[in-house]
């Protein structure tokens, strides 16, 4: 009640910040890197493409990529409240590793969801630390004629910071302390940079540190057992480090060493998942009690890069060359106690190394009437990637095995997988004098992919999983019209290509105690897509606006089927299901109506359907849009951002694991609207304090994708709402 009370002093402060308004430091233009692959003013990218900047995590106040998400109509990151957290990005309703993600350009590893709900991933995306970045690059729709395979859907780009954005100048020092914090999970955090820069060589260091508990929720049953709907405990910290050395081997040419390791520890105490004795249908014995579950989740990221750019050289605009690894290594163990005083102890893993080399090359000529911005080059990688596992039962008597529910362990549900990848690009960006530009680009790819089985593979079965290779040519062609002085107008013709990736392609896997088996499918083809998009930009001094409609089908999307009864046992498959076609609308508007005001929208609507059978794509979010009021001037500022959703009511039908032929009504994702308030203000030229208050009406709301797959009738359905009202915090220090 008291924020309503104030609700009036906070209108009033409003209305009297013009009159102490100071004039404002001028803006530098947004840059987008990720759609060209090469810096370009975001007002002459597509509207397919937006950036959430530097100064948008802050102000916001953005603790992870689910905050980062949305504000973005269109864009969802779907998350399980259970035990493992975020899992990755939605983008225009394609998901998972169809999107692809990079840090500076160098490929993230992939998700894992272990054949089930992304939601739950075993082995999610979030392993990016915010406070690192500069901005994030989003790209709506099919990139692969610049990004290759995996480029299907779109791409997430993380641009983290440089030494200059600490030490501006030639010649010093610079850095920056910071401390946060958020009632939403009660978490607390600090980061620490600092920047040195001389005349040819120069070093930045940020180090960040977190700590929090488990999610709020709106859930309302606290008892121990699968009817429980409020949040497991949890607590987790995280840490990351991010170093970067640069060296100017000649006033056009720098090379520079980055190195970053990042690392989140959870523990979760799993009550949702306690149940009491019982008589087993299958076997008639005796089940004893689980009394206690706890889970110890690690997930880490390092990586170490070496790159080299050169400008200005001879024929060459830009030429640069960079060597990377990725390294993941994810851990999801638990510990089960029983009532007959037995125990298991689980220790599973999956780990994903990548490695690659990039090379690229820009050149700016004047040919054929025509101003040309020529890039080509070429993308190589090797990933390795591994799901080892370990299970032990320990027996009341003090004797032990590894044979637990038909599975023998140490076992692996798809064999070490070796993935190779070349990628051979080249795009023209030809802009003719009457300011008419033509983009069309190609990639070639070839893909590989072999596995080597060995003893824990063979304890899961052993199916023989063949090697897979493809190649495919993906072309683009992008065209840019100016015309009466203010419009632009856009449009695009794009393909996709995503060749089978290590758990879709060799997932074999085997347990007979429960029934079931997963078996390869060796006649799995790549993923294409095509599309076609048509956008409309306008620009003034006080006014702008992007419209962008799509098209885009899909086909041999692979998917997880049901087959049946095969063998006294229930059998599934991953299949190519056909064709796919999603199809939708996105607008965004900007308004400077007074000196230090704005206003911004943004809403996006999708439709999504498979044409095999003329269901809804699950994955699809309903029309969503996001209204903004800003107000900024040098010593302190604010903004109110309303966030609204109609109800999610394109799902289809939920089946049962046990009985797929079994369907039952899904549950619909209700419409919502809630309001977010945040603001700051700079006591001193050097320090920023930032407070905001999110979901201000405390509104009962579920996110549509992290309730995908769940039956209307569902108990639990609480579990999965979002926090009620809650606050977050934070101070800043520049020096």
């Known amino acids: ?51 959430i900047s530097r100064h948008k995590l802050d102000d916001r106040l953005i603790r992870d990529i689910s905050d980062a998400a949305k504000y973005e109509p269109g864009v969802e990151v779907a998350s399980d409240p259970n035990r493992r957290g975020n899992a990755g990005w939605t983008i225009r309703g394609i998901d998972g590793n169809r999107i692809l ?57 993380y641009r983290t910071k440089a030494v200059d954005d600490f030490v501006p100048e030639e010649t010093g020092v610079g850095g920056s302390v910071k401390t946060f914090g958020s009632t939403a999970d009660n978490s607390w955090g600090g980061s620490a940079a600092l920047g040195v820069k001389g005349e040819r060589a120069d070093a930045m260091l940020i180090y960040t540190h977190r700590n929090g508990h488990e999610i709020d929720n709106r859930g309302s049953n606290d008892s121990s057992g699968s009817a429980r709907t409020t949040p497991n405990p949890q607590n987790w910290h995280s840490d990351n480090v991010l170093a970067k050395l640069g060296y100017k081997l000649a006033p056009q040419q720098r090379l520079e060493l980055t190195l970053e390791h990042f690392r989140r520890d959870t523990d979760t105490n799993l009550l949702n998942t306690l149940y009491p004795a019982s008589i087993d249908r299958r076997s008639g014995r005796l089940k004893p009690a689980l009394q206690a579950q706890t889970a110890a989740d690690r997930i880490q990221r390092d990586r170490v890069s070496l790159g080299w750019e050169g400008k200005s050289l001879g024929p060459f605009e830009r030429l640069s060359a960079k060597l990377y690894q990725q390294k993941l290594d994810n851990a999801d163990d638990s510990l089960e106690q029983y009532g007959n005083g037995s125990r298991t102890a689980s220790d599973y893993g999956f780990e994903q190394t990548i490695r690659g080399l990039s090379l690229e090359a820009e050149h700016r000529f004047a040919a054929l009437s025509a101003e040309h911005q020529l890039l080509w080059g070429a993308d190589l990688s090797r990933t390795d990637t591994s799901r080892p596992r370990m299970k032990t039962q320990y027996l009341a008597n003090g004797s032990s095995n590894n044979v637990i529910g038909g599975e023998t362990f140490p076992s692996k549900t798809f064999p070490d997988s070796t993935s190779d990848r070349i990628g051979l690009f080249i795009q023209d960006e030809m802009k003719f004098g009457n300011g008419i530009a033509l983009s069309p680009s190609l990639r070639w790819d070839h893909y590989k992919m072999t596995t080597q089985p060995d003893q824990a593979y063979a304890n899961s079965g052993g199916q023989p999983v063949p090697s897979f290779q493809d190649g495919a040519f993906s072309p683009k062609l992008g065209l840019s019209i100016p015309f009466a002085e203010h419009y632009t107008g856009f449009a695009q013709l794009s393909s996709g290509f995503r060749a089978p990736p290590f758990d879709d392609a060799n997932m074999a896997f085997v347990n007979r105690t429960y029934g079931y088996q997963v078996i390869a499918n060796p006649n799995l083809k790549s993923e294409t897509s095509r599309g076609v998009e048509l956008g409309l930009k306008g620009k003034w001094d006080s006014f702008d606006f992007g419209l962008t409609a799509y098209a885009n089908r899909y086909r041999d999307f692979i998917e997880q089927q049901s087959l049946g ?27 400077r109506f007074a000196p230090g005001w704005q206003t911004n929208a943004a809403i996006a609507y999708a439709h999504g359907e498979n044409l095999d059978d003329n269901t809804p794509l699950a994955s699809v979010s309903p029309l969503s849009a996001v209204l903004g009021l800003r107000y900024d001037q040098a010593r302190f500022g604010g903004e109110a951002l309303l966030r609204a959703a109609v109800r999610n009511s394109r799902v289809p039908a939920v089946s049962s694991l046990q009985n797929p032929s079994a369907q039952s009504q899904a549950f619909e994702a209700p419409g919502y609207a809630t309001l977010d308030l945040t603001a700051y203000w700079k006591p001193a030229k050097q320090t920023v304090v930032r407070a905001g208050v999110f979901n201000v009406f405390d509104r009962k709301y579920w996110k549509a994708a992290d309730v995908r797959g769940l039956a209307a009738g569902d108990a639990t359905l609480e579990r999965y709402t979002q926090p009620g009202r809650n606050v977050g915090a934070s101070v800043e220090y520049q020096f």
Do not use: C
């Open 565 to 591: 009864m095969q063998g006294g046992l229930l059998t599934f498959q991953y299949q190519n299901i056909g064709r796919v076609d999603i199809k939708g609308a996105e607008a965004r508007a900007g308004w």
């Open 101 to 157: 993600m990079l840090i500076d350009g160098e490929r993230l590893p992939e998700a894992y969801a272990g054949g089930g709900n992304g939601n739950g991933a075993i082995s999610g995306r979030d392993f990016v630390e915010l406070e690192t970045l500069r901005a994030i690059d989003i790209v709506k729709g099919p990139t692969s004629s610049l990004y290759g395979s995996d480029a299907i859907g779109g791409v997430i780009g």
């Open 1 to 51: 009640m008291a924020l309503f009370r104030a609700t009036p002093l906070m209108l009033s402060l409003a209305a009297a910040w013009p009159a102490f308004a100071e004039e404002l430091p001028q803006s530098l233009e947004t840059v987008q890197v990720t759609a060209h692959r090469t810096e370009k003013p975001l007002a002459e990218t597509a509207p397919n493409a937006s950036v």
